[in-house]
């Protein structure tokens, strides 16, 4: 019973604040409108405000209606986002800017030379395919409800007048029918300069509709027509610039993980991918095959793969500030023969915190970080508590022989824990066959249930599973066992030699 009172305040709570942040921002885009109706006729915009005060009353309406629409719609389909006042702000300002710049370019040039599928683009690779699609449709409706009910002149300092109605109607198609196809193509696109090939499938329905217009208005070769073609061509090709100019301040403001971001923290030139490969080989290799299993379970449990590969890669980082005191990076020396299992157990589980440090050090995505301090939850180090336990006749408490936590939060987080202690133990085996890698597996996930590693996530025993299943098979993959052929040397005169390999 308390627990659901809780849950209704919360609920309550969440309602409130989320709504006031959605008043806000529609206040900052009303002022937004306001001062582009300075802008378009600065000698007589008070006049206009004054002759129009109840049609700009029922465009001020309009916009809260939409405003209470994308709430209703946030509230039902994306409550995450609700949670979040950091991403309702980031999707604003993606708003305010595209308006602004729309607002802008459609004075400044013309109505067609509006970069009409930017919003769609920044909101895909910011957010999601939904969110782009839907966004889309809503910001193609606030610019056509500011086109009819401002001051605003549609054929700008390049155009005729002639369509000046037509043209504001047909903004809404341009808008939409751009934004849909960038939606489209754009969820193809692999790295950020490839955005610019977008321009084409972009310009081609702002080509269409413009030629549509204007073919029963001007002459089909006329000059005229020319121009206006022209500048559907800008609003293809502002769409895309605008476009890469500008992700990259929305992801280091907001911190905003996208497909291009993640793709380039993965790479081996990534900063601290090279420090891990150059300081500390041993647990570079380990991530390596961490994250590949990490993808294929991610990919099983319908999570997200890239995000999971990343965080796989970055999970000890930690092991930075002293590579040498783990395992993967000793040959033969090892430093802990030499000190104390209390010191010893220090060095080792403080590699959670400092990965965290570290990565969020480097302005580097939260997930990596969370991933970093979560990825051994709060298991007790074995070995140490055992070496401690033989060496004094007191108590030893398991407590100070643990990981401090927290345990993962996400199912990604979870898959990650369990892969790193499943590749750790399978790499020790001396016979790794399916039946031992099978065996070793169930046992890493059987001990993590038992020691309740898993309550602050929404992991399933079916996931679990799952996670079984895919780690046992790429683990047999990624070790197969070789058949051993002996090694053959070409010696002087055609002489070969065999023999067995080491
Ligand atoms: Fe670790
Ligand atoms: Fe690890």
């Known amino acids: 019973m308390k627990g659901k009172n809780g849950e209704k305040s919360s609920k309550k709570k969440l309602i409130a604040s989320s709504a006031g942040l959605f008043f806000l921002h529609y206040v900052i885009l009303l002022a937004i409108i306001f001062l582009f109706m300075i802008y378009y006729d600065p000698d007589h915009w008070l006049e206009y405000i004054e002759k129009n005060l109840n049609i700009l009353l029922y465009m001020i309406l309009c916009i809260l209606l939409l405003f209470i629409a994308v709430y209703g719609y946030y509230f039902s389909e994306h409550r995450d986002r609700m949670q979040s006042p950091k991403m309702i702000t980031a999707m604003f300002c993606v708003l305010d800017l595209c308006i602004a710049l729309s607002c802008f370019m459609g004075q400044a040039i013309h109505i067609y030379a509006r970069p009409a599928a930017l919003m769609a683009l920044l909101c895909l690779l910011l957010f999601s395919k939904r969110e782009a699609i839907f966004w889309n449709f809503i910001f193609g409706i606030l610019l056509f409800v500011i086109d009819t009910y401002t001051n605003y002149t549609p054929d700008g300092i390049g155009g005729t007048g002639i369509m000046a109605n037509s043209a504001v109607y047909s903004a809404l198609i341009v808008s939409v029918t751009a934004g849909l196809l960038a939606i489209y193509f754009g969820s193809r696109i692999k790295t950020r300069i490839s955005i610019v090939v977008l321009s084409i499938p972009i310009t081609i329905p702002v080509l269409v509709v413009i030629l549509l217009l204007e073919m029963g208005q001007l002459d089909f070769l006329s000059k005229d027509l020319g121009i206006f073609l022209g500048f559907g061509v ?5 769409s895309t610039i605008f476009f890469i100019a500008f992700l990259p301040i929305f992801e280091g403001i907001f911190n905003i993980l996208t497909v291009f971001r993640v793709r380039e923290l993965t790479t081996s030139d990534a900063k601290l991918m090279i420090k891990l490969k150059e300081e500390a080989p041993g647990t570079f290799s380990h991530c390596m095959v961490v994250a590949q299993i990490a993808e294929m379970c991610a990919s099983a449990l319908g999570e997200n793969v890239e995000l999971a590969r990343a965080a796989a890669l970055y999970h000890d980082m930690g092991k930075l500030s002293k590579p040498e005191c783990f395992t993967e990076n000793q040959s033969g020396y090892n430093v802990h023969d030499e000190l104390s299992p209390e010191l010893s157990v220090d060095i080792i589980r403080s590699h959670t915190k400092e990965g965290h440090d570290l990565i969020l050090a480097h302005r580097l995505p939260e997930l990596f970080a969370d991933v970093a301090q979560q990825h051994h939850g709060t298991l007790p180090i074995k070995y140490f508590y055992y070496k401690a336990k033989r060496m004094t006749d007191g108590e030893v408490r398991i407590e100070d022989y ?20 499943a590749e750790a133990a399978s790499r020790a085996l001396v016979n790794r066959t399916v039946d031992n890698v099978e065996k070793v597996v169930r046992e890493i996930i059987e001990e993590r ?13 079916k996931d679990l599973d799952t996670i079984r299943k895919t780690i046992v098979a790429s683990l047999t993959g990624v070790y197969h066992h070789r058949v051993n052929y002996p090694a053959i040397k070409f010696g002087r005169e055609g002489k070969i030699e065999t023999k067995d390999r080491i």
């Open 402 to 421: 643990s990981y401090p936590g927290p345990k993962p939060k996400s199912k990604i987080a979870a898959i990650i824990m369990i892969v790193d202690a």
């Open 234 to 238: 800008i609003g293809g090709l502002s």
């Open 449 to 461: 249930v038992d020691l309740n590693q898993f309550s602050d996530c929404d992991i399933t025993m």
